[in-house]
């Protein structure tokens, strides 16, 4: 079975105003991502997406499209399917970086594996270890912006959730206490910075925030600053390294620098779900628990999210997870919304369908594209 077509689509759908997120690198209010198909010589198709923004890899929808027609195409076409491995090092070998884009890619050509032997994702990614993950939502603004988010988050099914500080400790403090009344003394409530703060102003922050008794602490210092993160760790809170970890070797910079209790990874950062279940593996070796990231995922998205964690060894169970692509979006891109309920979200949201057990609605599968080198 061979790689006989790579098709693209463009979506852009806005983000729900009431839930749009602006952390200390900026706002997420809109996801110009990229929807991959990837058709084989057996008959068997499988679907990916590029859930990727300028703001976090530099790429989007016009990038990922552009970097698959001109160089992964040309590289995947006529090549077996099997292994997706052996695929997943073409792509490397054909285009730098681009994380975003080959995990979109490499999503389709391991639903497309799964799809060929009739199995869940989660299976043919090494698992099931569990059915069910727990999640929770992002909150941000402050003041009647932070109410807005947070009942919009409650109506929507969540219990636990993270604020976004990394602004100005003082102010960050405020907003903890304000959130920390909202969601009520035991609710689960973690921080994230998103490198924000220097590490003095993070250790600051850390005072101020531990009578509010949050959950965690995520990416309080810049990404390359591992001494900064390591400095931060046994002062209270378990510290979570996102930014600081994309592929293989920034986990192994990290695990060596003793940087973090946890790390956050994504089907995105590490280039695909093959990838990201690897990597679970190495972290968890090490004694580091592993949580799933988000980039605002639509539906295929967050489908891939759900196997690779049920798949992932070392996740956690102190830590909630960030899939949140069935909630994020007034309308989502699938054939069939996924059924999830703000708590958890689990396989039983495909049934016994095999692949990533979703497929785009009728409206946007007919957007579908060949990608070409021309």
């Known amino acids: 079975m061979r790689i006989s077509a790579i098709e693209t689509v463009?979506?852009?759908?806005?983000?729900r105003p009431e839930l749009a997120v602006a952390g200390a690198r900026g706002a997420h209010d809109r996801s110009d991502f990229l929807l991959v198909r990837v058709r084989t010589t057996g008959g068997v198709s499988g679907v990916g997406e590029?859930?990727?923004?300028?703001?976090?890899?530099?790429?989007?929808?016009?990038?990922?499209?552009?970097?698959?027609?001109?160089?992964?195409?040309?590289?995947?076409?006529?090549?077996?399917?099997?292994?997706?491995?052996?695929?997943?090092?073409r792509m490397d070998r054909a285009l730098a970086?681009?994380?975003?884009?080959?995990?979109?890619?490499?999503?389709?050509?391991?639903?497309?594996?799964?799809?060929?032997?009739?199995?869940?994702?989660?299976?043919?990614?090494?698992?099931?270890?569990r059915e069910r993950v727990p999640v929770k939502c992002s909150l941000s603004g402050s003041g009647a912006r932070l109410r807005e988010v947070h009942a919009a988050a409650l109506a929507a099914g969540f219990r636990a959730f993270k604020l976004k500080v990394g602004f100005d400790a003082g102010t960050d403090a405020v907003r903890l206490a304000h959130a920390r009344e909202l969601v009520g003394p035991d609710a689960f409530l973690g921080l994230d910075a998103n490198g924000g703060y220097g590490r003095a102003e993070?250790?600051?922050?850390?005072?101020?925030?531990?009578?509010?008794?949050?959950?965690?602490?995520?990416?309080?210092?810049?990404?390359?600053?591992?001494?900064?993160?390591?400095?931060?760790?046994?002062?209270?809170?378990?510290?979570?390294?996102?930014?600081?970890?994309?592929?293989?070797?920034d986990l192994v910079s990290v695990i060596r620098a003793e940087a973090a209790d946890v790390v956050s990874l994504y089907i995105g950062k590490s280039g695909g779900p093959g990838r990201l279940v690897?990597?679970?593996?190495?972290?968890?070796?090490?004694?580091?628990?592993?949580?799933?990231?988000?980039?605002?995922?639509?539906?295929?998205?967050?489908?891939?999210?759900?196997?690779?964690?049920?798949?992932?060894?070392?996740?956690?169970?102190?830590?909630?997870?960030?899939?949140?692509?069935a909630h994020y979006y007034a309308h989502d891109v699938l054939e069939h919304p996924l059924a999830l309920d703000g708590r958890?979200?689990?396989?039983?949201?495909?049934?016994?369908?095999?692949?990533?057990?979703?497929?785009?609605?009728?409206?946007?599968a007919a957007g579908f594209t060949p990608a070409t080198s021309s």
């Not at 990597?279 to 605002?296: C, I, K, P, T």
């Not at 979200?345 to 409206?363: I, M, N, Q, T, W």
Request: charged share 15%.
């Open 278 to 325: 690897e990597m679970a593996h190495l972290a968890d070796a090490f004694g580091l628990e592993v949580v799933l990231g988000s980039n605002g995922e639509l539906g295929l998205g967050a489908a891939a999210q759900i196997h690779a964690a049920c798949a992932s060894p070392g996740l956690s169970a102190r830590i909630p997870s960030d899939i949140i692509g």
């Open 97 to 129: 970086g681009s994380p975003f884009t080959k995990a979109g890619v490499a999503t389709a050509l391991w639903d497309a594996y799964a799809r060929s032997l009739g199995v869940p994702l989660a299976v043919a990614l090494g698992g099931p270890l």
């Open 344 to 364: 958890m979200a689990g396989l039983d949201a495909f049934g016994a369908e095999p692949g990533l057990g979703v497929a785009p609605a009728a409206g946007v």
């Open 50 to 89: 590029v859930s990727a923004t300028l703001l976090w890899s530099g790429e989007d929808a016009v990038t990922a499209r552009h970097a698959i027609a001109r160089a992964l195409a040309p590289a995947l076409l006529g090549q077996p399917l099997v292994p997706v491995a052996a695929l997943e090092r």
């Open 202 to 249: 993070a250790r600051r922050f850390l005072d101020l925030a531990l009578e509010h008794r949050p959950a965690f602490l995520e990416q309080p210092v810049a990404p390359a600053d591992l001494a900064g993160m390591r400095e931060l760790r046994g002062l209270g809170v378990p510290i979570v390294a996102d930014e600081s970890v994309f592929g293989r070797d």
């Open 10 to 15: 463009a979506v852009s759908p806005a983000v």
